[in-house]
């Protein structure tokens, strides 16, 4: 099973808050399949306990998520924003970073998910593949390119 | 052996990320299996299991007091000074 799909990149998105941007995604992964009814409320939840802003650099990233048992199969969900969207700091919650990229991660499996994640992470890192990754204006380059790095991941 | 215990929200995701990365980092630096030992949690169950451990790293923030050293382990995610925070765990460990 492909773990990036073409129905689930969004490029230049434009919202005006994190709980917007977060219920637009979540609720796109809901309706493709891939997640109960509850994933949505499960992430926004989520994200105000354990906010999942990383302060990566000029462009920075969040990594939204929820509980496995919100799940039904594993994927995931990539947007970019036109206009960044201000995220809480992962590591010191009480403050926020402007975000322009947002990867929610849909989990079922709780173990074993190590070779996703350390894709993620490396996109994360590599800043010259987060500024490309903002120049895509269609869905099918985003997919395109996100799908390089991830198909060999399979779950 | 030293034990390290890596937390993050739900235990899940981002602690695996940070538990690979930091086990990939001290053996470089000669620290492998024989030497530290890992376990992964949530932040909600720290508390009770925290005593059981020398170590624990978290991707969230985490400032309650529960006996054993706590340091944020954000860089192992980010890449931004993870080898300063490699050599905070060394010494938390007195590792040599």
Known sequence: ME??????VFPNKKFKNDHDALSFLALEVENAGYARSTYKDAVLAREKIFPTGLPTGKINVAIPHADSEHVITSTLAVMTLKEPVDFHNMGEPKSTLPVSIVI??????PKGQLSMLQKIMGIVQDS?????????TTAEELFADLNQIFQEVHI | MKKILVACGSGIATSTVARNKLEEELKKRGFGSD???????????????????DLIVTTAKY????GTPVINGLAFLTGINMDNTVDQVISALHLQ
Do not use: C, G, W
């Open chain 2, 63 to 66: 400032t309650e007091d529960v």
């Open chain 2, 35 to 53: 030497k530290v030992s890992f376990s992964q949690t949530s932040i909600p169950q720290l508390r009770s299991q925290a005593n059981d451990y």
């Open chain 1, 128 to 136: 010259q593949h987060l500024k490309q990754l903002m120049k895509y």
């Open chain 1, 3 to 8: 773990i990036i799909h073409k129905n689930l």
């Open chain 1, 104 to 109: 929610m991660m849909a989990i079922a499996e």
